[in-house]
């Protein structure tokens, strides 16, 4: 009984094992080769440009505007645990809230974080050590601490204005940097880790949206920095500042300036609407088959997918077909596929699915040729089809 208890347990291990390993295999091919190294380059260059913006402006300047930066800056200005640099720290929570993804979130999460996990901290400390090294004149140059007044005219900012507007512009910069480094990331297909955990946690386990979670994160960070700044509300506002700015920017990498609509028309006139918006902007189209809840009576709505360039001249052929044709516009997070996503290969027109009015009206004509051929009487109504 032991022993089948034993092998029990021994085999279920080893499917646990198993299925580990087959969620591995399939992250790792999950892409062609080509796009998995493209991937791994935005990667690389989102860790290279957060590190930065964390190195040179947010950490030096002890910014709190949420993050793993923001925590590290928190606990090294505790008496009781300053003790540890604010490197160290980050290693810490960057892995331990890593290794609480891994058990939480699962494996397949926990993959796309592995590479930001290990190059973020490990870059923050070379930047850092280059900010050390390079010196001259006795003064560290890349350092923005310890940068000197500058002249205005023929007056001298104050050291106080001065180190204030430094801090300000730390803010600013470095909010920047880390918005493009994790939008760089994001197109990469992985993830920031760090704080992005415990948005997770409180999305999985209490149902609060994505950006309600991530907000209250760094509110609650931001908030704590507040005492560790000994009560400064300047430098929160200045850190709100810099974490709104970080948002903005992960947008505006992420998404690019690209915008993409979906307009769906019910218009009695549909084939005339569709034949100009295929062949004058050359846009592809999709007929569905549809109903009037109302009125019961059947009806096709035209969908197109179309950029921002060609907004205003949609609008302008489908009144110019329909003036009472009926329009609903939608805006599109993104649309993946041909004509839209740059990797989407080339293909020719023939492997294009065809409009339902085309593919009826090429079987009506293929019907009619073949009837013709076999000399059957039923040609005519093939005829009064076709017209």
């Known amino acids: 009984m032991d022993n089948e208890n034993t092998e029990s347990n021994h085999d279920t291990k080893k ?11 399939s992250e790792l091919h ?42 590290a800056i928190i606990f090294h200005s505790i008496p009781a645990t300053s003790g540890i640099s604010i ?56 350092d923005v601490t310890a940068i000197n007044p500058i002249m205005v005219g023929e007056s001298q900012i104050d050291g106080t204005s001065f180190l204030a507007l430094a801090y300000l512009i730390s803010a600013l910069i470095g ?8 939008g760089y990331t994001f197109i990469g297909g992985g993830s920031s880790g760090g704080t992005d955990v415990i948005s997770l946690l409180l999305h999985k386990y209490f149902h609060i949206s994505a950006g309600a979670s991530s907000f ?7 908030f704590a920095g507040f005492f ?32 993409y609509f979906v307009a769906l028309i019910v218009s009695k006139k549909w084939r005339e609407i569709n034949d100009i918006i295929m062949h004058d902007i050359e846009r592809g189209t999709t007929l569905i088959q549809a109903q009037g809840g109302y009125t019961r009576v059947d009806t096709v709505l035209l969908e197109v997918c179309f950029p921002r360039t060609d907004y205003s001249t949609i609008q302008n052929l489908i009144n110019g077909v329909d003036p009472n044709a009926f329009v609903t516009i ?13 990797d989407t290969p080339e293909v020719n027109m023939k492997d294009l699915a065809l409009p339902p009015d085309e593919a009826q009206r090429i079987l009506l ?20 089809k076709e017209k």
């Open 30 to 71: 999950s892409e062609p080769p080509k796009k998995a190294v493209k991937n791994l380059f935005y990667l690389i260059i989102g860790a290279l440009v957060m590190s930065a913006g964390e190195a040179f402006f947010i950490i030096p300047m002890n910014i709190i505007s949420g993050g793993v930066s923001s925590l």
């Open 216 to 222: 209250i994160c760094d509110f609650i960070i931001i």
């Open 365 to 384: 004509k293929s019907l009619k040729r073949s009837k013709k051929r076999n000399a059957l009487p039923s040609d005519k109504v093939y005829e009064g």
């Open 15 to 25: 499917s646990w094992i198993n299925r580990k390993l087959d969620i591995i295999k």
């Open 175 to 182: 909010g920047t940097l880390i918005g493009a480094g994790i």
């Open 330 to 342: 939608i805006k599109a997070q993104e649309i993946v596929g041909y004509g839209f996503t740059r």
């Open 87 to 142: 490197q160290t720290y980050l290693y810490i929570f960057n892995w331990g809230l890593f290794v609480l993804g891994l058990f939480t979130l699962g494996l397949r999460y926990s993959l796309r974080t592995l590479l930001f996990t290990v190059a973020y901290p490990l870059l923050v400390q070379l930047f850092t050590f280059i900010i050390d090294v390079t010196v001259i004149d006795g003064v560290r140059i890349l």
């Open 228 to 259: 560790a700044n000994g009560h400064n509300l300047v430098a929160s506002l200045v850190g709100i500042s810099s974490a709104i700015l970080c948002g903005l920017l992960i947008d505006k990498v992420f998404l690019g300036n690209k915008q």
